[in-house]
């Protein structure tokens, strides 16, 4: 058996022996191109201070790990964290927060859109000790959003409002996604982060459990020369399911708005089905069994491919999955007509009877097919 020998990490690469000072983590997906010019930013920045960079890939199709991997191997501190089946930039940055080394942690897209000459700087100013979080932030003094359309900034200063409304986060820019935090506090509320679509700054201000100190300092947002943006409709509304999450205070799971939202649509389209094999003449046996299939089913794929979007369930898992879930949903109907049967029995009302029952195997449901359709 032969063993390699590793040469030593490279003297002026951060990896000098030691604890890093500072942990950064970099969300990733379809990166690839980004990697390198990142990595030789972050070192030109980041000088004599020990540094390690922890990159969180969701499989993407291109190769970041790869890259990744590769520039280790160049003896960089470089670590990529692959995750399998999963997607999210939030549920990625508390991935490699959670493998951070460091007692200071900062987090930066790895798209270069994030000025990552402030690292040091967010550095310093935490371990001054005034303060919990550095925010880089494109609304104060001194930043900007750099060449982004009319629409974009309509929109993110929309969000911002919404959020500082709803919250009360007190910063000018608590939709950045570039900030340093303090390991000790980003641990104290690890637990009851959402860790849902692309807000985790939002989400880790609005879940600590006590006011955090915070500076913001100003940085200018750069285009994006490589790549493309993963920000879609569901990234919007993810945000707003983050916001019902926080105001209640966990009360209203996101995904559970989502999950009843998706069987209303069901509802609708068995409606739809009745109608239809009604009006071809078919008994009500029949077409109620196929309007229920055709529910249960446009059901499944709809919150496979949304509400559950970041465990998608593809290929073998996919048909299991769908087995399990009529399952779920046929004992979810045994529920809802048992409870809406008592109600009736109790109050005597038709809607409230029908409302208790929906509602009995909406939560039953949900709770189910969470445990056990979409388990991961
Ligand atoms: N691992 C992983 N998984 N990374 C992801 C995912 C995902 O599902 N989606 C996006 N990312 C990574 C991207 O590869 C990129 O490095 C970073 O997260 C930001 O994603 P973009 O899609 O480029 O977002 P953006 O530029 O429109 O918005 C970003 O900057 C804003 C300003 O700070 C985000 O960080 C926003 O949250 C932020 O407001
Ligand atoms: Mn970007």
Known sequence: MSVDVVSPPRADSGASAGVPQLSIISPAYNERANIRPLVAAVAAAMGGTRWELIVVDDDSPDGTAEEVFAIAGE?????????????????????GAL?????????????????????PTMLALIAAGDSDLVVGSRHVDGGGVGD????????????????????????????????????????A???????????????????????????????????????????DLMIMLEFLFLLIEKVTRGLIPPRFVLFSAVGGI???????????????????????????????????????????????????????????????CSIGTLANIGVADLVLADEGNWALAGVAGALMSAVFNFGVATQFVWSQ
């Open 75 to 95: 003896g960089y501190p470089v670590r990529c964290i692959r995750r399998i089946g999963r997607r999210g930039l939030a549920s990625a940055v508390v991935e």
């Open 99 to 119: 493998a951070a080394n460091a007692a200071v942690i900062a987090v930066i897209d790895a798209d270069l859109q994030h000025d990552e000459k402030l690292l």
């Open 148 to 187: 982004w359309s009319k629409d974009r900034q309509a929109m993110s200063s929309f969000a911002t409002w919404c959020a500082n409304l709803a919250l009360g986060t007190g910063i000018s820019d608590p939709m950045s996604g570039f900030f340093a935090i303090r390991r000790d506090v980003f641990h």
């Open 189 to 231: 509320s690890v637990h009851d982060l959402s860790q849902q679509g692309y807000k985790i700054l939002l989400d880790i201000i609005s879940s600590a459990p006590h006011a955090l100190r915070i500076t913001e300092i100003p940085y200018v947002f750069r285009n994006r020369v490589e790549g493309e943006s993963k920000v």
């Open 266 to 328: 069901g509802l609708v389209a068995h409606v739809a089905v009745l109608q239809a094999l009604k009006s071809f003449g078919s008994t009500f046996l029949v077409a109620q069994t196929a309007a229920t299939a055709v529910a249960m089913t446009l059901n499944y794929v709809i919150n496979n491919s949304v509400t559950y979007r970041s465990q998608r369930l593809r290929g073998r898992r996919f048909v299991i999955g769908y087995f399990i879930f009529c399952l779920v």
